[in-house]
């Protein structure tokens, strides 16, 4: 659910620094509304307040919103689950180290050994490998 929160962000935030990019559109946007950084400021944090007050005034609306989300988050798991279930079922590999019966690469297969050049310490891999998280440089230098 935060996946969706951050991205909208950061895709209204590109929508928004876009215009500085292009010279025509500063033209165009020199008679629209301005915008004070302090003020935006302000009202954001107001604007919190008033949110996080909510909750004293009225519990019940804030217990609702707390299971709605819950709620949304098991849903968007499960989501998550069924597309991954899905990518795997379409793109994992039909048979252990055999090339798939669909895809035609003109490649040597690899019964043909009259080079005398067999590479066994290649790995074959079942799946697709996926890149694994990067340690901390700093957390590895701690230790």
């Known amino acids: 659910m935060w996946f969706l929160v ?19 559109s500063t033209e165009k946007l020199q008679h ?14 107001e604007a919190f307040q008033y949110l ?26 499960e989501g998550a689950r069924i597309a991954y279930e899905f990518l795997d ?3 994992a590999e039909t048979g252990a180290g055999a090339p798939d019966a669909k895809i035609m690469t003109g490649t040597v297969t690899p019964t043909d050994t ?18 694994e998280k990067r340690l901390d440089p700093k957390a590895a230098v701690a230790q």
Do not use: M, Y
Request: proline share 9%; charged share 20%.
């Open 6 to 24: 951050k991205a909208a962000f950061w895709f209204s935030l590109v929508l928004v620094l876009l215009p500085f990019l292009d010279p025509s």
């Open 32 to 45: 629209g509304p301005k915008v004070e950084i302090g003020d935006t400021f302000s009202a954001a944090s």
């Open 52 to 77: 996080s007050a909510i909750c004293v005034q009225k519990p019940d609306v804030c217990e609702k919103g707390a299971e709605t989300f819950v709620a949304l988050g098991h849903r968007a798991r």
């Open 89 to 91: 079922t379409q793109f």
């Open 114 to 131: 009259s080079h005398g050049e067999v590479n066994h310490s290649a790995p074959i891999f079942k799946r697709t490998p996926v890149p």
